[in-house]
């Protein structure tokens, strides 16, 4: 579903081919990141807890991208999104009473690639989603940009191998720069292994973070993000109780020509 200031809500559906086959829309304003791909990435727990649009407000206006996980389409987040950025798009993963919840990515440009994935939870049969979209940007690349909220509840790492199945399908085709970020739910040796192989088979690199405040389960972290074709200027993770995860903000440099 995708939210614009001013227009009905879209609904929009998932691309007859991958982007290199050139199923996207003409290109448009590339994302204005001549310097600077600032980058913020958040699962939001449904804002649930006060002070959420505190934080979207202090750290999430200033940023080209913004990520978030567990999004909930209620019409105070709806009205920062349109009222910030150009686009924001979601990829509803259930519904609740009132609102969907699902991933959405907020961009100051308008998408020309869309791609909506969902997965079933085994266990509890509720859906995690993610979302592939695609931005030019000024050095006349086109970034690739992932947002997932990996399956979390399953025995073994057959179901959360199987969701990253798709995402592949559409980086290792893809031949400019790549951000992937989310919730991954990496709680499991299992699980952090399949993912760092996974980011390896698709040339990603880790954005590592000095000051590592993110939240973890069972000694792990669970948010994270994975990059190509970029170099990364700074990346830090804010401390806050406005939700059970803590937001990362990342600068990227997009200048530098992709190597793959």
């Known amino acids: 579903m995708r939210y614009v200031a001013g227009q009905p809500v879209?609904?929009?559906?998932?691309?007859?081919?991958?982007?290199h086959v050139g199923q996207a829309l003409p290109p448009?304003?590339?994302?204005?990141?001549?310097?600077?791909?600032?980058?913020?990435?958040?699962?939001?727990?449904?804002?649930?807890?006060?002070?959420?649009?505190?934080?979207?407000?202090?750290?999430g206006k200033d940023a080209h991208l913004v990520l978030l996980q567990e999004a909930q389409t209620t019409p105070e987040l709806i009205d920062f999104a349109t009222s910030n950025y150009l686009a924001a798009d979601q990829v509803p993963a259930f519904v609740l009473p009132?609102?969907?919840?699902?991933?959405m990515t907020l961009a100051s440009a308008h998408p020309v690639y869309c791609c909506p994935l969902r997965e079933r939870e085994p266990l509890l049969r509720l859906a995690k989603s993610a979302l592939v979209t695609a931005y030019p940007l000024p050095t006349k690349q086109m970034l690739m940009v992932v947002n997932i909220h990996a399956v979390n509840f399953s025995l073994g790492i057959d179901v959360y191998s199987k969701q990253l199945g798709p995402i592949?399908?559409?980086?290792?085709?893809?031949?400019?720069?790549?951000?992937?970020?989310g919730d991954f739910n990496a709680w499991s040796r299992q699980r952090i292994n399949a993912?760092?192989?996974?980011?390896?088979?698709m040339g990603l690199d880790e954005v590592m973070f000095t000051d590592d405040h993110r939240r973890k389960a069972f000694g792990r972290p669970l948010d994270f993000i994975?990059?190509?074709?970029?170099?990364?200027?700074?990346?830090?993770?804010?401390?806050?109780?406005?939700?059970?995860?803590?937001?990362?903000l990342v600068e990227f440099h997009p200048n530098r020509t992709a190597i793959l």
């Open 10 to 19: 879209e609904r929009i559906f998932p691309p007859g081919a991958m982007l």
């Open 28 to 59: 448009g304003e590339p994302l204005p990141a001549e310097d600077t791909l600032k980058v913020l990435v958040w699962n939001i727990f449904k804002q649930q807890r006060a002070e959420w649009l505190s934080v979207l407000q202090n750290f």
């Open 195 to 201: 993912l760092y192989q996974f980011a390896r088979e």
């Open 226 to 248: 994975f990059y190509r074709g970029m170099e990364v200027k700074a990346a830090s993770v804010l401390v806050t109780r406005a939700s059970d995860h803590n937001p990362l």
């Open 168 to 181: 592949g399908e559409q980086i290792i085709h893809h031949t400019g720069p790549v951000i992937m970020a």
């Open 98 to 103: 009132q609102h969907p919840s699902g991933v």
